[in-house]
């Protein structure tokens, strides 16, 4: 009888280590895992937000879509502008110069590929949201663009529960990571 009792006191010492390492483990898991992907979307984003500037400089404006992106992108130049001379100074004689290159070998050379820029990383075939117009902004009319996407598109089925707010109260798999902003005409992350 004494062994029994042994025996169930070593299964109960098993279980509470075996859950104590799992309730230490868990939110270092979630962290690193949290860390790593939010770090591959944010590039991601930057790599789009960098394909838009280059937009912008070939039409004045920022693409709606991933198709048009892709399609100015592969297809249309950017403009280059070379001036010699003092434009400011009245009494010299300037050149503005104009040249154009292929803004799909400055993609390339950025290391880019269009056909995937689209879709979020972990995010089995989900892709970013996007969204550009023309605002007033001070009296002015400007281009904005905001390219997006939640938390839970890439934190995966694993991560993206609101119970992982215990370990991070700053965490909202319902939140955006995003570049952009369609009320003011920024490019800036908001990480």
Do not use: H
Not at 39 to 47: P, S, Y
Not at 101 to 109: C, E, G, L, T
Not at 139 to 148: G, K
């Amino acid at each position: 009888m004494r062994w029994i009792i042994s025996l169930i006191l070593v299964a109960i010492i098993i279980f509470l280590a075996y859950s104590l390492i799992i309730n230490i483990q868990e939110p270092i898991t979630f962290q690193a895992e949290k860390v790593k992907r939010k770090d591959i979307v944010t590039g991601k984003l930057e790599k789009i937000r960098s394909c838009q500037e280059i937009f912008k400089e070939i039409k004045g404006g920022f693409a709606p879509n991933f198709d048009s992106l892709a399609m100015v992108l592969t297809y249309d130049s950017i403009p280059t502008v070379k001036i010699e001379g003092d434009p400011d100074d009245p009494t010299t004689e300037f050149i503005k110069t104009v040249t154009y290159s292929m803004a799909i070998d400055s993609i390339k050379a950025l290391g880019f590929n269009l056909d995937s820029l689209k879709y979020v990383p972990f995010g089995d075939g989900k892709v970013f949201s996007m969204d550009a117009d023309t605002i007033t902004y001070q009296s002015v009319n400007v281009p904005v663009v905001e390219v997006a996407t939640r938390y839970e598109d890439f934190m995966g089925e694993t991560f993206s529960s609101p119970r992982f707010k215990k370990f991070d109260n700053s965490y909202n798999p319902k939140a955006s990571l995003k570049i952009g902003d369609m009320t003011k005409p920024t490019l800036a992350g908001n990480w």
